[in-house]
């Protein structure tokens, strides 16, 4: 079933719930930001604009300052040390780029991430609609941007970017047009590594419909291998500028990430509950976020018995597996932010369960208002 409602009235519905809970964060952050206390360092790098305007320097923590550094400076890499190497190249230059001409890469990039988060929201609902219904498509969207880590949309960081793109690139793909598709989605794996679990969901969502006959092979199919060429792209990139064209992966090491099989950091971080959360806050938010990575496998599995298209159940389990193989559970709850099929199945499940959906409305707002606040006081580490 496509999506009938005029292009116009879905944007316009996009925008209008975007306007809205962006608004209301930004208001709460604002309030929350003269009621609360510093609760970690705030680094000379996190202040882009100057000490007076301290409330939008609040959108420039952590892995913000790698990004920072890639626009003023490009990449650089010496082994054994963390890296800007690591990060993709994408947000950075097109801020740099467009920061010509809206008052500077900072501004820019804060720009892109919130034209990005409304083209996510967009292609959201219009996906929803063609997949499910208006309804379904509606509730995905409101519990995406209630999300608890939903504030990163918003922030010097690539989740509003890359999520345009995949959302985009997955609403083309069902549509048949494959060359937006994959130019899409060469964006999107310049944006970020979960490009490549968008590639792989896609590739085996056409190939299980090429093996059942539902589709027969066209030669406009091979746009989707325009994805990984993005990677090849970014190690170009990496190969002028820091003179290896594998600095990227090298990098990861100086963050803790190892291969690892996806159960053990998940059974090593439960081994800390006892019963209750630990008192560290460090071992803490391990916990939170190793059952944020088993209850979005459970959501993957569930998408899967429940027959949802191969591509959107393959993005969700790909894309929780992917960051479990690294060992490291830091920037879970980050992470599955990109993965928005898993949203449809819980706007499906609200549909008809509205008690369910006041709960997951009032824990997300809870913990979306606890992390955005904490991340805007320097202590969150995303």
């Keep these: 079933m496509e999506d009938r409602r005029p292009a116009t009235r879905t944007f316009l519905l996009a925008l209008g719930l975007f306007a809205a809970f962006r608004g209301a964060l930004l208001v709460f952050d604002y309030v929350g930001m003269h009621l609360v206390p510093h609760v970690g360092v705030c680094r000379p790098q996190w202040e882009v604009f100057g000490p007076e305007h301290e409330f939008w320097n609040g959108f420039f923590r952590w892995d913000a300052a790698w990004y ?16 800007s190497a690591a990060f993709y190249p994408l947000f950075p230059y097109l801020a740099r780029w467009l920061g010509v001409v809206l008052g500077g890469p900072f501004v820019a990039g804060l720009v892109i991430s919130n034209l990005g988060a409304l ?95 539902r589709l027969r092979l066209r030669p406009s199919m091979l746009a989707l291998l325009l994805i990984p060429l993005g990677l090849g792209v970014f190690m170009f990139v990496l190969q002028q500028q820091v003179g290896d064209a594998f600095a990227f992966m090298k990098a990861m090491s100086n963050w803790g990430r190892v291969r690892s099989l996806p159960w053990v950091p998940l059974l090593d971080a439960l081994r800390k509950l006892t019963p209750l959360l630990p008192d560290h806050f460090d071992d803490a938010q391990e916990v939170i976020d190793a059952l944020t990575a088993i209850g979005f496998l459970g959501i993957g599995v569930a998408m899967i018995r429940e027959r949802y298209p191969v591509a959107m159940s393959a993005l969700v389990l790909l894309g929780v597996l992917m960051p479990l193989s690294t060992y490291v559970l830091a920037s879970m709850g980050r992470y599955v932010l990109a993965l928005f099929p898993a949203f ?17 409305l009032f824990a997300s707002a809870f913990f979306l208002s606890l992390y955005g606040i904490r991340f805007i006081r320097c202590g969150f580490a995303g």
């Design 68 to 83: 920072r550094n890639i626009v003023l400076n490009g990449y650089r890499y010496k082994p054994g040390t963390p890296s």
């Design 119 to 213: 083209l996510g929201v967009y292609y959201l609902l219009r996906l929803g609609t063609d997949r499910f219904d208006e309804a379904v498509a509606e509730r995905a969207a409101v519990l995406l941007l209630v999300f608890p880590t939903s504030f990163f949309l918003s922030a010097f960081y690539t989740e509003g970017l890359f999520f345009g793109l995949a959302a985009a690139s997955m609403f083309y793909f069902y549509r048949r047009r494959y060359l937006p598709c994959g130019a899409l989605g060469l964006l999107s794996m310049l944006a970020r590594s979960s490009g490549l679990v968008l590639f792989l969901a896609l590739a085996l969502d056409l190939g299980v419909d090429l093996y059942k006959k």
């Design 344 to 360: 449809y199945f819980l706007g499906e499940k609200c549909k008809t369960r509205p008690r369910l959906e006041r709960l997951l």
